[in-house]
Structures are given as C-alpha cells and as structure tokens.
C-alpha cells in the first residue's frame, strides 16, 4: 500500500477542521459520508464512473482518504478544474491508529457532507476506509454508497463461477505451509457449499501463488485469474489446474484478482 511522502500529506490535510466559507459550497449537498470507488486502470474516468459521482466529487470539500497524493491525482481526473488546494484531505491508512478515526467524521457531526477514497476500487472493502464507515454507523450518521468499479463483482460476474455463494478472503498468509493450509480449507469450502473463493496477492507474486495453487489442489478444480480490470491489457481467463499447468503466462506486476470453483 502506497503512503505519500511528509510533504505530500500535510499539504492541505485537516485534523481539527474549524467550520468556515468551504462549508457553504457543500451545503446543497446531503450530509452524508460518500464512499468514492476509484478506477482501477489509468483508462478514462468517464467510462468506470458515473456522472453523479463526479458531480458529488465538486460539492464536497473534507476528504477521508488511503493516501493524499493518489487520492489528489483522482480528483484532478474526475475534475481537472476542481480547486485542489481549497480542499481538506485526512489520511486514513492500515497504519492510523484507531482512536484517530473518530475525530476525522467531526465536518459530518456538523451536517457538513464528506468524502472517502481508497487507492483503487470501492472504499471500506478490503480497505482501511471501513473504519471509518463502522464510526458513522456506530453515531448514526448517513453512509452514501456511490456506483463504481469493484474488482471482487467484475470479475465474479465474468469467471463463470457460483455467483449465488462466494467468500471474499483477501491476502492468503504469506507462509508457505499456512498458504497451504488456507488452500485446502477453501477447496473444502468449494465442494462441500459449492461455494465459489475469492482472493487477492500482491502483484509481484502472482505467477508463483498460481504455481501453489497447482500444486496444491486437484488438476479438476477450476482457477479463474481476473488481471488489470477495466485496463487496456484486462485478461479474465478460467480453466482446470490442469490447464493451468500447461499454460504460458505472466501476470507479476499486474493487479489481478484470483477465484477458485469446481
């Protein structure tokens, strides 16, 4: 996970945000946190993002975000005439503490509508912005899903697998035997609730969790590899682990996304 430099994330960031003429240009707006999903490709923003986000994206002026840089770089996108500088941006990341994630909601508590971006994809899945969802439901303050990409239901949609029954697992664990472990319990999970598995790696190490994976379960069981969605170069291919031990590929470096099914 990407985290900007010093300079980078205090320029323009918000601890205790007094209330001031910003607070006018939002008031049309319903106070509510608006959960942002971010394109997952450099393509144009206009083809994965609806109209309506980018119209919330110019009312809005506090911003609960994964990282200060990409979450700038991501506004200028959907607006390039925004006024970047007048807005406030807190960082929450897989390293803030979690009694700093209260007081970044403090605009809301004041009927003041915020905004919360991930790095790509859909905010608060797999993502250090459910923290802050969990805060305003526990307060009972408004949660605005907004449409957008979402690698886990795109490429479900498109694996030919269950998509009545799936498990979401995120990372497996690193170690070789517990990823084995995490493996072989999922391949249970598939044949016993017919339920499909859905799970992620880090993008340098797909092509070696590929090589586990067909070491490790029946050459039967289908492998689905969803890579660069949305992108120029998106690949979503299904076949046995015995196709895929015949394969030539390479998907190191790409974001992909992995999904296991009879």
Known sequence: MKMADDTEATK???TDVPASTRDAGASSLPAALYLFPVPMSEGAVEDVIPARNIEIVKALRYFIVENVRSARRFLKRCCRDIDID???FVELSEHTDAASVPPMLEPLRRGI???VVSEAGCPAVADPGADAVAVAQREGLR???LVGPSSILMALMASGMNGQSFAFHGYLPIDGQARTRALHKMAQAVRSERQTQIFIETPYRNDRLIGT???ALPPQMRLCVACDITG????IVTDTLGGWR???YCYNKI???FLLFE
């Not at 120029?232 to 690949?235: D, G, Q």
């Open 12 to 14: 323009g960031v918000a």
């Open 86 to 88: 007048s807005l406030e």
């Open 113 to 115: 509508p915020m905004g």
């Open 143 to 145: 949660v605005v899903p």
């Open 213 to 215: 994976i067909v070491q």
């Open 232 to 235: 120029p170069t998106e690949s």
């Open 246 to 248: 015949r394969r030539k």
């Open 255 to 257: 974001p992909a996304i």
